[in-house]
Structures are given as structure tokens and as C-alpha cells.
């Protein structure tokens, strides 16, 4: 059954038509529009907020036989502290996990980006196909998204993934920078 509201007079009907579309303008506007920007060929992810990249962070993808998937998703579930299925195997949430400490799923089932319990792959080819990330950048990304915002997988370099991630040289002295414990921020702070 569904019920309707019913406003006896139309300067009622009028001034609440009106608060609604000031308070929904308002409520849309306020609303960021975030994408979390993935390149495969760069092993990195960029959070992008309202257009502008916000941060970069390194990242583990798929193995040549177990690739990442390519194109454009969603977030459908956030996890804290996940457990692991797979193939008749179990793992609780704990330092065995090979999901770490978060899971956000995409809708493409079965894949999606979390932790890992091997530091060390983080930067190469070496999942079955979901991104992985260090613990204190997945805790940190985990925060600031949502379910319903878009994952776009990339492949292959392009104009976008070179904008955003930079230059093959710039790249290479990005990773060099990463590996020698040097944070990069894309706004200078």
C-alpha cells in the first residue's frame, strides 16, 4: 500500500515543491563524484574527486594467467575485516588473510580490491586478478569511498593513464621514488 501526503491548501504544496528542489539542488551539490582511476601497465590507482586527482598509490594486479578484468565497474560491498573464500578453503580474518583488513567488491563478481598478506607484490603482476594494496593506502582508500562509486580498469597506456600517472620516464622515477619509502602527492603537499 502506498500512502500519499496531502497539503490542504496550494501555497502548502508550493512552498514544500520548493524546499524539496532547493534542498535536493543543494544535496546533489555537496555530493562528490569519485572514481577510483586504475592502470594496469602503471600498477597504480588514482583516486579522482569532482575531476581532480587526489592521490596515487601503488598497486598489485592480476597475473598474465589469472588478468585483472578491464573496463568500468562499480564498488557493490565494502568489508572490514573480510574472510576469505576460495576453492574449499577458508580464512578468517587475521595476518593469514590474503584479503588483509578491507574488501571492497566490484560488481564484476569475484574480483575486487583489497589487502594482501605479501607485502612484496604490491607493484608487480601477481594476483589472480583483483588489485591488491599495502594496508595503510587500502585503510586509507577504503575511507573515503562509497558503494556506488565507478572503478575504471585500464589496460593499456593511453592519453588518460599518461596524464594521470605521468610519462613512461616519469614513471619509472615514480616506482624508484615509491621503493625508496618517498610518498607521492600529485598537489605538491
Known amino acids: 500500500m502506498t500512502k500519499s501526503l496531502h497539503i490542504p491548501n496550494s501555497s502548502a504544496a508550493w512552498f514544500l515543491t520548493t524546499f524539496l528542489l532547493l534542498n535536493a ?3 546533489a551539490q555537496t555530493q562528490s563524484r569519485r572514481t577510483l582511476l586504475i592502470s594496469i601497465a602503471d600498477r ?9 586527482v587526489t592521490k596515487i598509490y601503488p598497486i598489485a594486479v592480476g597475473k598474465n ?19 576469505y573464500y576460495h576453492a574449499n578453503v577458508v580464512v578468517p580474518p587475521g595476518p593469514h588473510n590474503p584479503l588483509g583488513t578491507r574488501w571492497m567488491g566490484l560488481s564484476e563478481k569475484g574480483y575486487g580490491i583489497h589487502g594482501t598478506n605479501v607485502p612484496k607484490s604490491i607493484g608487480k603482476a601477481a594476483s ?18 562509497r558503494v556506488g562509486d565507478t572503478v575504471l580498469i585500464l589496460g593499456e597506456r593511453d592519453d588518460l ?23 607521492h602527492h600529485p598537489s605538491g603537499q
Not at 594467467?65 to 574472510?83: A, C, W
Not at 589472480?128 to 569511498?145: K, N, Y
Open 25 to 27: 539542488s543543494s544535496y
Open 128 to 145: 589472480h586478478g583483483c588489485i591488491r594494496m599495502a594496508r595503510p593506502d587500502l585503510e586509507e582508500v577504503f575511507s573515503q569511498t
Open 65 to 83: 594467467s589469472t588478468p585483472s578484468p578491464e573496463g568500468s565497474f562499480l564498488i557493490v560491498d565494502r568489508i572490514t575485516d573480510p574472510t
Open 44 to 52: 597504480k590507482l588514482a583516486v579522482v574527486e569532482n575531476g581532480a
Open 161 to 183: 593513464t599518461a596524464e594521470v600517472f605521468g610519462t613512461s620516464d616519469a614513471v619509472v622515477a615514480l616506482e624508484t621514488a615509491s621503493a625508496a619509502g618517498v610518498v
